[in-house]
């Protein structure tokens, strides 16, 4: 197989499923390659050039590890951390004072959800201002969700593991996200359960880093058939996955075991 900075990780292991371990040698932050989950939902989002910035290393360094296996490069890569990067309008002459950095990686390491701290500083904004998330990994989940707020969002990888996301709105302000409240178990959720006795699919999120279980439950539901029901073991409520489902259709029950421990089903409306 041939490979440049844009083949996809996905590409390059059903080419030979042996590349996998020669992807994780290239850097120990891609041993999470080995969960078939996450290398399911991440390889085929994420191509060379993208894991060379996920793990602070160079494109070349993939092909010297797949070269054994029969890899030919296509052609030179180009430097995996240009100085010459392409940023939106609302980023080329803003003023630095102007832009409000909010490093949200001490929460995650808490085992806390950050999206609530981060809503509350978008409504902090004042007009003009530019919010910049600082995390290690693009919040896919979060740019959708304000991006029906009307905010423009920009991801710059930066090497390091280090992923700053910008989000800016212009002169208009935050408008309150509806469903922003934690909904509360559901009263009919048994007699939910038992229309779709033996058409259940199950997903455990509980183990996973975000914004991994959002994207899990809706690659999930892509393939969920119409007469099934998901059933979703979570450590919380995922407030903010709940308007997105009503967005595509579904409806969903809430059943909550104890603090860190939740059930949600999710079927079509």
Same mark, same amino acid.
């Given at each position: ?5 844009n083949?996809?990780? #996905?590409?390059?292991?059903? &080419?030979?499923?042996? #590349?996998?371990? #020669?992807l ?5 932050? !891609?041993?999470?390659?080995?969960? /078939? ?5 991440m390889? =085929?989002?994420?191509?060379?050039l993208?894991a060379?910035?996920? =793990? ?6 993939? !092909? ?10 296509? +052609?030179? !890569? /180009?430097? $995996? ?9 609302f980023l080329e002459?803003?003023e630095?004072?102007?832009?409000i950095? !909010? ?7 808490s085992?806390?959800?950050?999206l609530? $701290? ?5 409504? *902090?904004?004042?007009p003009? +201002?530019?919010l910049?998330? %600082?995390?290690?990994?693009?919040p896919t989940?979060?740019m959708?969700l304000?991006?029906?707020? =009307?905010?423009?969002?920009? $991801?710059?990888?930066?090497?390091? =593991? %280090?992923v ?10 935050f408008t309150?996200i ?5 909904? #509360? &178990? ?13 058409? %259940? ?5 509980r ?10 439950i ?5 393939k969920l &058939? &119409?007469?099934? $029901? *998901? ?10 996955? *709940? /308007? ?10 809430i059943?909550?075991?104890s603090?860190n421990?939740?059930? @949600? @089903?999710?079927?079509?409306s």
């Amino acid at each position: 197989m041939t490979i440049n900075e844009n083949t996809k990780i #996905a590409a390059i292991l059903k &080419s030979n499923p042996d #590349a996998l371990e #020669a992807l994780i040698a290239v850097n120990p932050k !891609f041993e999470k390659l080995r969960n /078939p989950l996450l290398r399911k939902l991440m390889a =085929g989002r994420t191509s060379i050039l993208q894991a060379s910035k996920i =793990g602070g290393c160079q494109p070349e360094d993939f !092909f010297t590890k797949l070269k054994p296996l029969g890899f030919e490069m296509e +052609q030179a !890569f /180009p430097d $995996a951390n240009p100085t010459n990067k392409e940023f939106p309008p609302f980023l080329e002459n803003i003023e630095p004072e102007k832009i409000i950095s !909010f490093d949200v990686r001490p929460i995650l390491d808490s085992n806390t959800d950050p999206l609530k $701290a981060i809503l509350e500083k978008i409504k *902090l904004l004042l007009p003009g +201002q530019v919010l910049k998330i %600082i995390n290690t990994f693009e919040p896919t989940p979060l740019m959708s969700l304000l991006k029906k707020q =009307g905010y423009e969002s920009f $991801a710059d990888n930066i090497g390091g =593991g %280090i992923v700053e996301t910008y989000f800016y709105k212009g002169e208009s302000g935050f408008t309150e996200i509806p469903n922003d409240q934690k909904p #509360a &178990s559901s009263n009919d959720w048994d007699e939910i359960l038992k229309q779709y006795d033996g058409s %259940i699919e199950k997903v455990d999120v509980r183990h996973l880093e975000m914004p991994q279980p959002m994207m899990t439950i809706l690659a999930e539901l892509d393939k969920l &058939s &119409s007469d099934h $029901a *998901l059933l979703v073991h979570h450590k919380r409520i995922p407030v903010f996955l *709940l /308007p997105e489902l009503n967005e595509r259709g579904f409806d969903y029950r809430i059943k909550e075991q104890s603090d860190n421990e939740v059930y @949600l @089903l999710i079927f079509k409306s």
